[in-house]
């Protein structure tokens, strides 16, 4: 399994970004989720896909971030508006072992990809 992320940048505070996670490997459909790790913090969920469609956001996040799958189910996105400088962090694409979301736990999620840099000054 293969997790690539990509599009993080430096923006000002109220821009927006599009991340985007290129998956391969997955043998089946799964929970994709986002997290995201600031200096000297543990990691944050912020945003998960089930397969049925449900999405959790994160209380920071949500009406700010919209995450999403592409019909090939290949390429996870998350699109960030609103930004501000607590957003600032390492943004990680993540493959639950589950295909349903029930939480934002980094313990459901065992693949991970190596993370995009977003700065919010």
């Known amino acids: 399994v293969q997790l690539v992320e990509s599009g993080g940048g430096s923006v000002q505070p109220g821009g927006s970004l599009r991340l985007s996670c290129a998956a391969s490997?997955?043998?089946?459909?799964?929970?994709m989720g986002w997290f995201r790790q600031a200096p000297g913090k543990a990691h944050e969920g912020i945003a998960a896909?089930?397969?049925?469609?449900?999405?959790i956001y994160e209380s920071s996040v949500k009406g700010r971030f919209t995450i999403s799958l592409d019909k090939t189910k290949t390429s996870l996105f998350l699109h960030m508006t609103s930004l501000n400088a607590e957003d600032t962090a390492m943004y990680y694409c993540a493959a639950s072992t589950r295909a349903a979301c029930s939480a934002l736990d980094v313990r459901d999620f065992d693949y991970w990809g190596q993370g995009t840099q977003v700065t919010v000054s």
């Open positions: 490997g997955l043998t089946a459909s799964r929970c």
């Open positions: 896909l089930g397969v049925l469609g449900e999405k």
